[in-house]
């Protein structure tokens, strides 16, 4: 193999450079040195969302596109979704190695007894309007949290960190079932100690009268998997959205804030609701060509299909696949999964979209398991956040510890107007 570096001949000067290539990357700071005069601030490189900038080294999650591979420290996400738990799995992406018996056993530990929320924060929801969206509700009080631990400022304080870490994981469920009782205008479930992650969560959205809820165990462990599925997915818009608003030293409660927003967008973690509502406008097997003609006229976008990364069928949605058949075991079979099953059929064999590349993402048939286990639709964003939030703090932290980076700031090509004088409104035109 020859030398790791390229060789950049500049045209304009004639003048050529030598940079080193590492990781297969080359360092975007050393075409700075590229001028083709002292006062030129040298040369920029051009990535519009991000296309082709590795803006992180990262050890956390690996993607292979093209072969469909997701990996969280090393582990194939069919493993994890198959023998480990969301806990267990959330402790791997934060700490690197899957733990023992007594570090998990501490872990778990401190997340249960993590999961009240203040009183004044069921206050603060209650001010939210009665249809108001359950992610834009977890997005504003996981914001306000903030304020209730101030000492979640000291972010350079490993111990402080490891503390707001334990309350996030912990809290995120109660949020969200909160934000989901308060659209129903019903009494708060309180966290039940007794039960695990998943079923805890349950038991706060659909506990009604009975003294003790007791979750269905097969849709305790698909509500599980579902969320292994989620934890992490390297630099998506999320993740950047966490490493960016974190970079400015922010406590991690307001950065949970931004990514919570950025996964709302139906391009990210608000695909699943969209998926679902598309699925109901379909309406039937038989109108599947009729709707792919519109996505083809480019009418319409077929929600849950297309990946920045993937460019072939996502793991993720394979195992939802498999997760769905035994939910339906409980439930009964939703009949939309008739209609993206054709979808997909119909698609995978259409020029469109295997030009394209287009295959199932992860939101493609989550939303149908949702609906089977009784989730209303505008819910589905949150469950992908609160499978996400070990990620982000795990991105986060990587972030904060990584002596090579700083304040995210990224620079721009500047197109607009060279300088002009004010014109006083009257001799404007
Ligand atoms: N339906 C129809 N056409 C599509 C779709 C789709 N779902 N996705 C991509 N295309 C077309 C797109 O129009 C473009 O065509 P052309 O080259 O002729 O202009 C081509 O495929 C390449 O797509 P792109 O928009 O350049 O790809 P991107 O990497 O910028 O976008 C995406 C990725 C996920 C935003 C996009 O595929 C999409 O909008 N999908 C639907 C929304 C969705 O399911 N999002 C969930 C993503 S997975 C969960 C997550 O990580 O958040």
């Known amino acids: 193999m020859g030398k790791e570096t390229l060789t950049i001949t500049d045209n304009r000067t004639g003048k050529t450079y030598e940079v080193p290539v590492e990781h297969g990357a080359i360092r975007a700071i050393d075409l700075r040195q590229i001028r083709v005069s002292d006062d030129d601030f ?26 469909g591979i997701l990996r969280y420290r090393g582990y194939p996400i069919e493993q994890l979704a198959e023998r480990s738990t969301f806990l267990e799995t959330a402790y791997l992406i934060l700490h690197g190695e899957l733990p023992t018996r007594p570090q998990l056993e501490d872990w778990i530990y401190h997340i249960t007894h993590h999961t009240m929320i203040h009183e004044n924060i069921k206050k603060f929801m209650d001010g939210f309007h009665y249809d108001a969206h359950p992610m834009g509700i977890l997005a504003g009080t996981v914001g306000a949290l903030s304020t209730f631990y101030p000492d979640a400022k000291n972010i350079l304080d490993p111990a402080n960190r490891q503390r707001q870490i334990y309350r996030l994981i912990a809290k995120m469920p109660t949020l969200a079932a909160f934000a989901y009782r308060h659209s129903l205008g019903m009494q708060y479930a309180y966290p039940d100690n007794d039960l695990s992650y998943g079923g805890n969560f349950l038991n706060m959205l659909f506990k009604a009268t009975e003294l003790k809820y007791k979750p269905d165990p097969v849709l305790e462990k698909a509500l599980d998997v579902l969320f292994i599925l989620h934890v992490d997915h390297e630099q998506n818009c999320s993740a950047n959205a966490m490493r960016s608003v974190g970079s400015s030293h922010v406590d991690p409660y307001s950065a949970v804030a931004a990514a919570t927003a950025a996964l709302y967008g139906p391009l990210h973690g608000g695909a699943n609701e969209a998926v679902l509502r598309m699925l109901r406008e379909i ?23 297309g990946h920045r990364v993937y460019k072939s069928y996502d793991p993720r949605a394979k195992v939802i696949r498999q997760t769905a058949e035994q939910v339906f075991t409980v439930t009964g079979r939703n009949p939309l999964l008739d209609i993206a099953l054709e979808l997909e059929r119909i698609a995978l064999e259409d020029d469109f979209f295997v030009n394209r590349r287009l295959y199932p993402n992860v939101d493609f048939y989550s939303g149908i398991i949702y609906q089977a286990m009784q989730f209303p639709v505008d ?26 980076q700083k304040i995210c700031r990224p ?19």
């Open 42 to 67: 040298g040369l920029l490189s051009y990535d519009p969302a991000f296309m082709n900038t590795a803006s992180c080294k990262s050890t956390i999650t690996f993607i292979d596109g093209d072969k």
């Open 283 to 305: 309406g039937s097997k038989d109108k599947v060509g009729e709707f792919l003609k519109k996505v083809k006229a480019r009418e319409a976008l077929l929600m849950g299909f």
């Open 379 to 404: 819910i589905y964003p949150v469950l992908f956040a609160i499978g996400r939030t070990p990620g982000w703090l795990a991105q986060w932290q990587e972030m904060l510890t990584d002596s090579e």
């Open 411 to 429: 620079r721009q090509l500047y197109i607009g107007s060279a300088e002009r004088d004010y014109v006083p409104i009257e001799k404007r035109k």
